[in-house]
């Protein structure tokens, strides 16, 4: 059922956690003008929970969705990304909430070039930036303390810029 994600979860350790079912995250590369990859992130609006930090268009996972099927129905309603666009390469499970089945998993995909994104309420900004320069922005605290373990993955993954490769 569409929207039966949304809520917290409470761990073991009294931490909450969104969504009822897990939550996803799309992280989307596509070529930089140098042709060295380049991700999207959205600065997420100062009334958001962690609001004015940077992070992935994601969300709570409904209960009829796979991680990617979350991930890049969030990057839609978050960004304006349609799924004809976007080639999934991985998922990557970023963080788990203590006594519960709660995970966050990061569908990286990949993207001929960089698209055309419309933000939503959810979003001050939405940016490509070459994921180089990522760890210079204030990131959202679970995006930071992931960002090591998601660019060690995307260092090792070629980056797909014509999809028939």
Known sequence: MHGDG?????????????????????????PGPDGSAAVLLQHRAPWSHQGGTWGLPGGARD??????????????????????LLTVRITVVTATATGSDWTYTTVIADAPE???????????????????????????????????Q???VTASIPLLVNPQQ
Do not use: K
Not at 120 to 147: I, K, M
């Open 6 to 30: 949304d809520g917290w979860v409470l761990s073991d350790d009294g931490s909450h956690f969104w969504g009822r079912h897990g939550a996803a995250g799309l992280l989307l590369r596509a």
């Open 63 to 84: 209960s009829h969705e796979t991680v990617e099927e979350a991930a890049v129905r969030e990057a839609n309603e978050e960004a304006g990304l349609t799924a004809e």
């Open 114 to 148: 960089q698209l055309v994104t419309v933000a939503n309420r959810e979003s001050s900004e939405l940016r490509w930036v070459a994921e180089d320069d990522v760890a210079d922005l204030p990131l959202h605290p679970g995006f930071a303390a992931s960002w090591p």
């Open 150 to 152: 998601l660019r060690s």
